[in-house]
């Protein structure tokens, strides 16, 4: 079995199949190879449970981008594509979380001059060159 998984992720090479007997490999173009998973054949509508650790998302709110999964069977020495499904999205990863307050040093109505205040912490650092929009 052979998975493409989106190119904005990034993987450090570990998976396991959680359960099954089996080897799993991720390479350096985020394809997830799963081999030698059982002596007999999966037959159909078997749930294979795969797990990447150490896994990381992209650096910012976006879609994740395209994934396709194949089975393949060898025949000659070559492989060829027994079942496949590709899909243009994956997920979308979303934004960390900033905890916020707007203070005002003097809440009395009509053009009363005053100070507010802003007070943030965020789930992730800022980027280098990035910025804070209020």
């Given at each position: 079995m052979v998975i493409q998984m989106p190119q904005t992720l990034k993987f450090d090479g570990a998976c396991s199949l959680g359960g099954f007997p089996g080897n799993c490999v991720v390479d350096s173009n985020n394809l997830v190879t799963l081999t030698d998973m059982t002596t007999e054949d999966l037959r159909k509508g078997t749930l294979i449970k795969l797990v990447i650790q150490s896994a990381s998302n992209p650096d910012g709110a976006r879609p994740a981008g395209p994934y396709s999964v194949a089975t393949q069977a060898p025949l000659e020495g070559n492989f060829y594509t027994v079942d496949e499904t590709k899909s243009a999205?994956?997920?979308?990863?979303?934004?960390?979380?900033?905890?916020?307050?707007?203070?005002a040093a003097n809440v009395v109505t009509y053009d009363k001059e005053t100070s507010y205040y802003f007070d943030c912490n965020t789930e992730h650092d800022v980027p280098k060159d990035?910025?804070?929009v209020i």
């Open positions: 999205t994956s997920f979308f990863a979303r934004p960390g979380f900033i905890n916020s307050d707007v203070t990035g910025f804070v």
